[in-house]
């Protein structure tokens, strides 16, 4: 946890905040928040500088953390008995029901210092199982004294409905492009910038965690790929293991530039001027694709591929289903 990141909220957070610091203000704190958005805008961070907040002894004038007191130091140090965060033990995976039972037992206890809250983080909340998120339910239902609960999510919708209607929302809605890109450049994202964030669909954390790990050359590096296995070049069932084995990509990364190139190669073949298209870089090959492909055949691979990303938090053989796509668009080229 940064000292320094977290005595600041993001640029476009301040909306976010704004809503955050009225509960603050007018001393009602929800029960329950459910902060929702995509990934690369800051969710975590916004909860925590809110958590450091509420568990401040001596906040300043704006309500942010004073940034000295034992509650702060004690946040930073990561050794707040009264902050505790439930995630699954390995990314992907379900958060199970004994980790909710853990925290039924922690929250029937009183916070350990008097006035002050007791924070929980749960992210991503929709890791939640049937099993679990029942049980979680009834922190909801019968909440204990002076706790808020913090769910983050990327995908609200695979929460239950019981879940969902029991917190009040925080909205991390996608930073307006020029504020995003300014901010960018402050980082010391450099001429790439636009096009990374184009690749993280806007997110500007996102795009600078691309910049870091050079995605921009790692994106090449598949999408030639992704052209030989069109010109029968390589041997398509050897790059579906080496992808799906999420060596160097997750998978969902993957799937997602693809579906990119696709939509692409959509727009160059109606030549929408309009619509930018996300991958300028890419442009003469998606073209080239464009003027040869049956574009019917085109959108039913879109949507395989859709379909495909869609799935990948199943137990559906990930292997298997990139064969499947990688041996549909060979024959796609093929006719």
């Not at 805008?41 to 000295?68: F, N, V």
């Not at 909440?143 to 409905?161: D, G, H, Y």
């Amino acid at each position: 946890m940064d000292k320094l990141m977290l005595a600041r909220i993001y640029p476009w957070q301040q909306d976010n905040w704004r809503q955050l610091h009225g509960y603050i203000e007018q001393r009602r704190i929800p029960q329950a928040l459910l902060f929702s958005g995509a990934a690369g805008q800051g969710k975590r961070h916004l909860a925590e500088y809110y958590a450091r907040t509420l568990l401040c002894h001596a906040p300043l004038a704006d309500a942010s953390a004073c940034g000295h007191c034992v509650g702060c130091k004690l946040f930073d140090a990561q050794t707040h008995p009264d902050f505790l965060v439930i995630e699954p033990d390995e990314a992907g995976k379900a958060i199970g029901i004994d980790k909710i039972r853990q925290l039924i037992v922690k929250l029937a206890l009183k916070p350990q210092y008097d006035d002050a809250y007791r924070i929980v983080i749960i992210q991503p909340a929709d890791a939640l199982n049937t099993a679990s998120a029942n049980a979680f339910l009834k922190c909801l239902e019968e909440p204990t004294e002076r706790t808020c609960l913090l769910l983050i999510s990327e995908q609200p919708s695979r929460l239950p409905a019981t879940i969902r209607s029991r917190c009040q929302k925080i909205d991390c809605a996608t930073p307006a492009r020029d504020l995003a890109m300014t901010w960018l450049q402050q980082q010391g994202v450099g001429e790439q910038a636009e096009l990374l964030l184009n690749l993280a669909q806007g997110s500007p954390l996102l795009a600078k965690q691309y910049a870091e790990q050079n995605m921009v050359q790692l994106r090449q590096q598949y999408f030639e790929a992704w052209l030989h296995v069109a010109q029968g070049k390589e041997n398509l069932l050897a790059i579906a293991e080496q992808w799906q084995k999420q060596e160097k990509i997750d998978l969902a990364v993957v799937l997602l530039w693809m579906a990119g190139w696709v939509a692409d190669i959509v727009r160059c073949a109606y030549r929408v001027e309009l619509v930018p298209i996300v991958n300028p870089d890419l442009k003469n090959a998606l073209q080239a694709l464009a003027e040869r492909l049956d574009l019917k055949r085109l959108y039913l691979f879109y949507d395989n591929v859709l379909a495909a990303k869609s799935q990948l938090n199943t137990q559906l053989n990930k292997q298997l289903m990139v064969e499947q796509l990688l041996i549909s668009w060979s024959q796609l080229n093929r006719q």
